[in-house]
């Protein structure tokens, strides 16, 4: 008996990832502000999409927008509707375990996700979420956007474990190597999916070996609160214990948590009988057993030992949950967000030391005289830019979703992000 996972992604980012399940036997479905990134989710069914027309199309990574619109009772009662038809259509009630997918910076997802859970919440089902950190080269807007959401769900929700597992995802720090771009998320998301599958499907099956890891095993572990980690292990010499004890937290799905402050921890192994009744495979699996002890320092540790004839691989799944807030990891993001301010401010500047040298053919022409010559205004008036409004958070000039200029990155081209408009009075 295992938990019916029902993967709900919400934006771009969470969509793709709920899809990943899908392969899995798990009901998939997807909200969103943008019709065209809904049509790309092609292995999710029509009638388990729900297209919010809460904007001409997206956001513009504008989470404050989505929420502004959620505060509209009519939004929001189509959105509850939506979950709750969700729910009820799945047997086993008793069983249904929401899974939120979100890709962080984004305005849908980030815009989304906090009332999702609460909507779920209010439902009465028990509900976690998968939440994907951006890489290193995303703009300035999105990892600020990351940080903000995560910090106000893990804060208002996964602390106290009203919401749980908060399992992150961290882009930067998949694997790349070999991978072409256009591939990439797809194998991560598949990834990400695959390894929770495992830890759902193992609850269901015995073990002749060490013990077997079951289905109320598997809830205590999700239900810990604070930060989860995922992660599959990569053992390279099964004598090397120093690099097995390395790689357990480099192996995670992220970076820069403290897998030392974990309530709970599960190590599931999964091999041939061939390597299982090896000894020096054994000590290599007592070692792991051990270490995860260690590590949890007297929280729960949950052990599985489960054979596998038809696959020659030494597999280990890992999870740690219950960890504290990832300082280390968001410490680096907000160092790469000053970066970029202050790579943009240089940029800015050189701009406007910048000379130029036009050719005298050039200058007599016509069309550069139209150029060259200022515009002469008479007195002037300021007035409120109504293309653009301020975000609180980032303390940016933001697209309103009305104004007759769309822009989805930098300033309002129409008050150069001032949020002030010079009119010419004649």
């Known amino acids: 008996m295992t938990f019916r996972l029902l993967c709900v992604g919400v934006g771009e980012g969470g969509g793709r990832l709920a899809q990943a399940f899908e392969p899995f036997g798990y009901t998939t479905a997807a909200i969103n502000t943008n019709k065209e990134d809904l049509d790309g989710l092609e292995d999710i069914p029509q009638s388990q999409k729900l297209l919010l027309k809460i904007s001409q199309g997206g956001t513009g990574k504008d989470p404050l927008l989505v929420k502004e619109k959620l505060l509209d009772v009519a939004h929001r009662t189509v959105l509850r509707n939506f979950l709750e038809q969700l729910i009820k259509s799945q047997p086993d009630p008793a069983l249904v375990y929401v899974l939120l997918c979100v890709g962080g910076g984004g305005g849908s ?33 999105t990892k600020k956007n990351a940080i903000s959401t995560f910090q106000d769900i893990y804060n208002s929700k996964a602390v106290n474990a009203t919401v749980s597992p908060m399992i992150l995802v961290d882009n930067e ?134 054979e596998d004839n038809t696959s020659k691989e030494f597999s280990v799944y890992l999870a740690f949950n219950g960890m504290t807030y990832p300082q280390n990891r968001f410490n680096q993001m907000w160092q790469d967000i000053r970066q970029g301010h202050a790579a943009a401010e240089s940029k800015a500047k050189r701009f406007d030391e910048m000379t130029y040298t036009v050719p005298p053919t050039v200058q007599d022409s016509q069309t550069f005289q139209k150029v060259q010559q200022p515009r002469i205004l008479g007195s002037t008036k300021t007035v409120v830019c109504d293309n653009c409004k301020l975000n609180p958070i980032t303390k940016l000039r933001v697209y309103n979703g009305f104004g007759p200029t769309y822009f989805k990155f930098g300033s309002c081209p129409r008050c150069r992000g001032t949020g002030k408009l010079e009119m010419g009075i004649v």
Request: charged content about 20%.
């Open 173 to 306: 720090f998949m694997d790349r190597q070999g991978i072409p771009i256009r591939d990439f998320y797809k194998i991560v998301n598949h990834k990400v999916a695959d390894t929770v599958h495992q830890f759902n499907s193992f609850a269901a099956l015995p073990s002749k070996y060490y013990s077997a890891v079951d289905t109320l095993d598997f809830g205590r572990l999700l239900g810990l609160g604070g930060v989860c980690g995922f992660g599959k292990l990569r053992i390279v010499d099964p004598t090397d214990f120093n690099l097995i004890k390395e790689m357990m937290s480099h192996d995670l799905f992220v970076q820069g948590v403290n897998i030392q402050s974990a309530k709970g921890a599960a190590v599931i192994i999964q091999a041939p009988e061939f390597i299982l009744s090896d000894q020096v495979m054994s000590d290599c699996i007592n070692f792991l057993f051990e270490e995860v002890s260690r590590i949890v320092q007297g929280g729960l540790v949950f052990r599985g030992v489960y």
């Open 109 to 141: 997802g980030s815009g989304l996700s906090s009332t999702v859970l609460d909507i779920v919440l209010e439902l009465q089902v028990p509900v976690g979420m998968i939440y994907s950190l951006p890489s290193r080269d995303e703009d300035v807007e």
